[in-house]
């Protein structure tokens, strides 16, 4: 079979090689021409996987190689008896240790204690689970909010107005347009306007679900803190937004090489399933050791983390767009084509 990838998506010819002949591209480039005789479409969230990429093409199977599906027209898929998989979870340890190497550069930043502190996680799926794992483990206290969860029967979840009370608000929802319960922009300028000068307010999720407009003006008069590793309109980011953060990132939260992995090796197995062919398992050789990090320590965690995970200098590579002449996208786009290998830490129960 023929397989048109998203470059970037790490070891796919080494991982595909027994199910067809891989051609790799950029994922933003990828257009219905490149397709004419593809089959499988693998991509990543910078690929907009609709009619107009994949009308008049023999695809039988798309798969992504990310949590989010937003990029992915699901219902014309179903229309064309398209196969789809994506790779949930795949990224929840690496996005969640970006929460928590947050919160420590954060806390130490105001000379606040972790354990004096609340955290309210909006979206209690697979990353909001490992992120109150984390702040369980440094004594965060945690309350969740999930209104999809909750209409399954799941208990203690609270609303998103007591949750919005917290010191710390992380997001972990999907961005979603309609139905019962839309995420697009479901931070905005009637629970901004509420927020406390010594709240922090962490999106890592999708750039959609904070309306940054109303950010901006809320934030100027209340001064909350904010760090985003996701944008509105990205790769072409308000400058104004970045600037004002305490930290911005290029959307590599979930940049873990293990989290990358993990998602290839997903997308991989669902193509498997979904033409029902035998499965190899390709063994990664990762030259750099997990990090290691003893929780139960004495000491303050917190400079542990931060040395396993250097938030600060992320934030430091994507605001030289504010002092260069770079270009915004390109240079959005290398930062994380070219991000360094990052280790997870040692994973925790």
Known sequence: ??????????????????????????????????????????????????????????????????????????????????????????????????????????????????????????????????????????????????????????????SLDEVLKSDIITLHTPLTYDGKHPTYKLINKNNLKNFKKNQLLINAARGGVVCEQDLLKYRKDINFSYIFDVWEGEPIINHEVLKNSMLGTAHIAGYSIDGKIRGSKMIYESCCDFFNLPKNNTKIDIQQELKTIDFESTKDIRFKILSAYDIKKDNDNLKKILTTEKNNPKYFDNLRKNYPIRREFNPIE
């Open 1 to 158: 079979m023929n397989i048109t990838a998203d470059k970037n998506i790490p070891y796919v010819c080494d991982i595909f090689k027994d199910i067809g002949e891989v051609k790799l591209l950029d994922g933003r480039e990828i257009c219905q021409k490149d397709l004419i005789k593809t089959d499988i479409l693998l991509v990543r969230s910078v690929t907009q996987v609709n009619k107009n990429l994949i009308k008049n093409t023999p695809i039988k199977f798309v798969s992504s190689a990310t949590a989010g599906i937003d990029h992915v027209d699901l219902e014309y898929l179903k229309q064309q008896n398209i196969g789809f998989s994506s790779a949930p979870g795949s990224n929840a340890i690496s996005a969640s240790e970006y929460v928590i190497s947050a919160i420590c550069y954060w806390s130490l930043q105001k000379n606040k204690k972790l354990t004096d502190l609340t955290l309210g996680i909006i979206g209690a799926g697979n990353v909001g689970s490992q992120v109150e794992k984390y702040a369980k483990k440094l004594q965060i206290e945690t309350i969740k909010n999930d209104p999809p969860l909750k209409d399954t029967g799941v208990k203690n979840l609270k």
